[in-house]
């Protein structure tokens, strides 16, 4: 940067040490006055405020200020104070105000040194304008000011506080405790906690109280204040200001009093309300609609888009049909509607009312409604209406009534007037018309003496049950909760319940509850209750008698009752006891028991677990029940399904087991019989013929064992029907007495029928079956040249009937093992034909038939065998069943030059047999068919005149191959003959039932089977 070279400065001039007039210099205006006060001059500031060239010397200083003749005489008295003053100029250029000072010199002349006091007014005048704008604002507002020393306790108050509070003065305010003594005692609690909690914080404060002056008016006042700290931040002043809002107080005093009785009855029914304004989509609604959903307190509410979202989906086509019906009916619609918390997935159920809002165009402008929470009663669908007629009594005030009392009027609504029996023009009585004429006298005096109380305690609400009778008579029992809008009490309203019907459900459903209380001692229920907190126990009588022992005052611990239970079960109970929160915890229980004589029984336990007033689980409460019957007959139950599968499985065993042995015995006598009807009579025959009646007479022993041991299986199994029918001995015994002659002549036995008499209760043909078998082997096990003796008499309600030999007898010892199957006692070596399970059929059969069998037998003497059966002349039975008309074959139209028989059977060597025997009838052509699906193609293509059917096929059994014959019309009507080697007798009733025409077994009696093709087609050719 250059340097800048500086310039000496130049010597003054003659012009520069001219001599200066230093007053017209001085920077300050002034001006100099002689003795008498006129001018002498005045310097160039006095003239540039006074806004004037100057004046002339010796006119007055008053009138070279401007000065008004007030403004002169100040001047006149303020020479000599030598103090500034102020004046006033009464011109229109210039300074309007200046400030004086007065000096006055050694010779007597006097200087007047002045100031511009303009801008200073202003200011002035404008404080004192905001100052009187502040009175006047104080003064309309009802505004005072108010401070407090919160250390020493002193404050100030100004004149407003004073008046507010009805007293003179302004300002050492009242101790705090005398001014709080003026508070109303309605707020005085409330609001004496809070200042004082309040004047302990630092910051803005604010509340509303009431207070009462001497002359006892009521004064509504808003205080606003700021607690200002010390150096430690700790509260050390409070200045503020406090409005008296009486006259606003008192303005809503009527709003309010409608809000309140909304409010209350809101409260008291659990009514959400709400409001959709459609200009802006927002819904608006109360605390009780913000409680049930979870939602929070907007002033400005929330979108309805949000909302909508809480929707359960599948109420969405719900909601939409109600707002479109509101829309199109201007009726109020209900509707139910789930909405989800946004706090969880917990749905609650609203039953929603919505009426619409329209402008003076009837425009709709806001859906406008109430909703109640029913999510605790929405399963009750039986109570649906109910709920629907609630929800209607609280959203129009029925069911709930409501008054008011503005002196001088009284107002009832229609439903209050209902509950008292009043028409809705009956003018609404006062209160002492109402106390004599509804109130039940028995309540009178309490009532007006309980609101007397109430009046006096300046409590804002109070609860009471009264008595009324109506004006038919009927007396009902109200709730009643009044309530008043401020300290006066002059404006009182109150809402009424009729729990008449509740008492009358709650009578009722205790007296129900005694009943059932009752029933489960009856039924030997026991109850019980535990407390999950601390598990702590209540147990009644019966709990301990379930477990056999007497009852006590104190309920067992948990280690008593784990002590109780079997071991086997304890650690299921121990659970159930120690956490009974537990998420495995059942609660429903089977477990046993063991008493104290050891005997253990069953026990039923069902429980459930209660919330508190916290909505926690709190409680568990259970029943217990004796289930030691019900367990023994399900396991009986469960016995008796086993054993009917085990016998199913057995029939199903005994019947292909059957068909197994028959076949391959069908072949062997089948062909036995063929080869001894080819036999010729000449000698060279004999020694054949006699080989084949050998093997024709092994195969008949072995057809007659499989048959008893099939007979043995079903008495075993409980498979085989026994009928109870009236027998007669005499008529039984001779028919026996034929079937055995043939072998009683060959042994040479005599047989002598003694006295019979007596009928049986039993069945014929298995009391015949076991006469037979008993009349057998006393004829077998005789002595050549023996007898055999029957006898039948009736003793005590029985009928005896004794089969009595002189045969070898029997041992001790072989009478222990007699009915064992299969046991000969040592016989089987001595070449006598039998099986040994004879007697076991025996015994069996009649103890089925209610009877018993005893033998008695001395060796190389003889043995009697008694039955002992019901007597059938002393004791009804049921008649006996019609016997089955014997099976025959339709006829066949004579004429036929070859009839045609089908045989549907897949064994080959069955079908050889068949063969054989049908081709001894020339007129008769016999088809084979090796399956089912084969018979019935047969059938329908040759229409055979017979069809002979196999029951068990390798593809279709003969109920399938029966079902598809009658199906088609060409074999609708054929006869068709079940030959099968199953002689269950189950399986032959059941082929019969179907539709088959007869059932006949294998081995095949051909001696039958000729006669009925004869009776079917006639005898055959010659």
């Not at 099939?710 to 079937?739: F, K, P």
């Not at 399970?837 to 069996?844: E, F, M, N, P, T």
């Amino acid at each position: 940067m250059p340097r800048r070279e500086s310039t000496p400065p130049s010597a003054p001039t003659a012009a520069d040490l001219a001599p200066v007039d230093w007053f017209e210099a001085l920077p300050a205006a002034t001006l100099a006055l002689d003795a008498d006060g006129r001018l002498r001059r005045l310097n160039a500031a006095a003239r540039t405020l006074l806004g004037s060239e100057g004046a002339a010397p010796g006119t007055p200083a008053a009138e070279v200020l401007g000065l008004d003749a007030d403004a002169a005489s100040r001047l006149a008295q303020g020479w000599d104070e030598r103090q500034s003053f102020e004046l006033r100029r009464d011109v229109p250029d210039g300074a309007r105000w200046i400030a004086v000072t007065p000096a006055r010199l050694a010779d007597g002349s006097r200087l007047l040194s002045l100031v511009w006091r303009d801008a200073e007014r202003a200011v002035e005048a404008e404080r004192d304008e905001l100052r009187a704008l502040q009175d006047v604002a104080v003064s309309v507002g009802r505004l005072g000011r108010w401070e407090r020393d919160l250390k020493t306790g002193r404050g100030f108050w100004d004149r407003r506080v004073f008046a507010m509070r009805g007293l003179d003065g302004e300002g050492e305010a009242p101790p705090m405790e005398e001014a709080e003594r003026a508070i109303v005692a309605a707020d005085h609690e409330g609001f004496v906690g809070s200042i004082r909690q309040t004047l302990q914080r630092p910051g803005h404060h604010r509340y509303r109280y009431h207070a009462r002056t001497p002359a006892g008016q009521l004064r509504s006042l808003l205080c606003e204040c700021v607690v200002l700290p010390d150096e430690q931040g700790r509260a050390s002043r409070a200045v503020g200001f406090l409005v008296d809002d009486t006259l606003a107080w008192s303005l809503a005093h009527s709003h309010d009093s409608t809000m309140s009785q909304i409010a209350m009855a809101a409260d008291m029914t659990g009514i959400a309300l709400w409001r959709h304004d459609l200009c802006d989509d927002r819904v608006h609604y109360n605390p009780r609609a913000a409680q049930v959903l979870g939602l929070p307190l907007e002033p400005r509410g929330l979108p309805a888009a949000q909302l909508r979202e809480l929707v359960h989906p599948q109420d969405l086509p719900r909601l939409d049909a109600q707002r479109q019906a509101v829309l199109a009916s201007d009726e109020p619609v209900d509707t139910e509607l789930r909405y989800r918390r946004p706090d969880g997935e917990v749905w609650r159920s609203m039953l929603v009312r919505r009426a619409v809002e329209r402008d003076g165009q009837g425009r709709p402008v806001a859906f406008i409604g109430v909703a109640m929470d029913v999510t605790e009663r929405v399963d009750e669908s039986r109570r649906v209406a109910e709920l629907g007629r609630r929800f209607e009594l609280a959203t129009r005030a029925a069911g709930i009534g409501y008054w008011s009392v503005e002196p001088p009027q009284v107002t009832w609504n229609e439903q209050l007037r209902a509950i008292h029996g009043l028409g809705p023009q009956d003018p609404a009585p006062s209160w002492a018309e109402w106390l004599q004429r509804f109130v039940h006298p028995g309540d009178r005096e309490r009532i007006d003496r309980r609101f007397e109380q109430w009046r006096r305690s300046g409590q804002r609400q109070s609860d009471v049950l009264v008595r009324i009778v109506r004006t038919d008579g009927e007396v009902r029992e109200l709730s009643v909760r009044a309530g008043f809008d401020g300290p006066a009490g002059d404006t009182m309203f109150g809402i009424v319940l009729d729990l008449t019907d509740r008492r009358r459900a709650e009578t009722a459903l205790h007296q129900a509850s005694e009943r059932a209380m009752l029933a489960a001692r009856g039924a030997g229920v026991g109850t019980w209750e535990l407390d999950v907190r601390d598990g702590s126990a209540i147990w009644d009588e019966q709990m301990w008698r379930l477990r056999g022992l007497p009852p006590r005052a104190t309920p067992p611990t948990i280690d008593e009752r784990l002590g109780y239970v079997h071991p086997a079960d304890r650690d299921t109970m121990q659970l159930h006891l120690l956490e009974p929160l537990h998420p495995d915890s059942e609660p429903d229980l089977e477990f046993r028991v063991v008493w104290p004589d050891g005997t253990v029984r069953w026990i039923a336990e069902r429980s459930t677990v209660l919330p508190g007033p916290d909505g926690q689980p709190r409680r568990r409460i259970g029943v217990e029940w004796d289930i030691t019957d019900r367990r023994a007959a399900d396991a009986a139950r469960q016995e008796r399904a086993i054993a009917l599968r085990e016998s199913q499985a057995k029939s199903r065993f005994l019947s292909r087991m059957s068909h197994e042995l028959r076949t391959p015995l069908n072949a062997v006598l089948g062909f036995t019989e063929l080869l001894l009807a080819d036999c010729g009579p000449d000698a060279a025959e004999t020694t054949r013929r006699r080989h084949l009646q050998a093997v024709r007479g092994a195969g008949q022993q072995l057809l007659a064992l499989v048959d008893d041991v099939l007979d043995l299986a079903s008495l075993e199994g409980g498979e085989m029907r026994v009928a109870a029918e009236r027998v007669a001995l005499r008529a039984l015994v001779e028919q026996t007495l034929e079937l055995v002659e043939p072998l009683r002549a060959g042994r040479g036995v005599a047989v002598v029928a003694g006295p019979i008499e007596g009928v049986a209760l039993a069945d014929t043909v298995r009391l015949r079956q076991v006469l037979q078998n008993l009349l057998t082997n006393a004829i077998k096990y005789n002595r050549d040249g023996g007898s055999v003796e029957l006898q039948a008499r009736r003793r005590d309600g029985k009928v005896l009937l004794s089969v009595a030999d002189t045969g070898r007898g029997m041992s001790r010892q072989q009478l222990c093992h007699l009915f064992e199957p299969f046991n000969r006692l040592g016989l089987e070596r001595e070449g006598i034909p039998g099986t040994g399970i004879g007697l076991v059929i025996v015994k069996s059969l009649v103890e089925r038939m209610g009877g018993s069998v005893a033998v008695r037998s001395t060796p190389g003497v003889g043995t009697v065998v008694e039955l002992s059966l019901p007597d059938g002349a002393a004791s009804p039975a049921p008649a006996p069943a019609e016997p089955r008309p014997p099976r025959q074959l339709p006829a066949v139209t004579p004429g036929v030059p070859s009839a045609v028989v089908l045989y549907v059977e897949d064994n080959p060597v069955n079908a050889l047999i068949i063969s054989e025997l049908v081709a001894r009838r020339p007129d008769l052509r016999l088809v084979v068919a090796e399956d089912g699906v084969s018979g019935v193609r047969f059938a329908a293509e040759l229409r055979p005149a017979l069809i002979l059917l196999d029951m068990q096929l390798p593809d279709i059994d003969g109920h399938e191959v029966l079902r598809r014959l009658r199906a088609q019309p060409a074999t609708v009507a054929t006869p068709v003959v079940a030959l099968s080697a199953n002689a269950m007798p189950e399986e032959i009733e059941r082929a019969l039932a179907a539709g088959m025409v007869d059932y006949w077994t294998k081995p095949l009696d051909f001696r039958a089977f000729m006669e009925a093709l004869s009776a079917m087609f006639g005898p055959p050719p010659a």
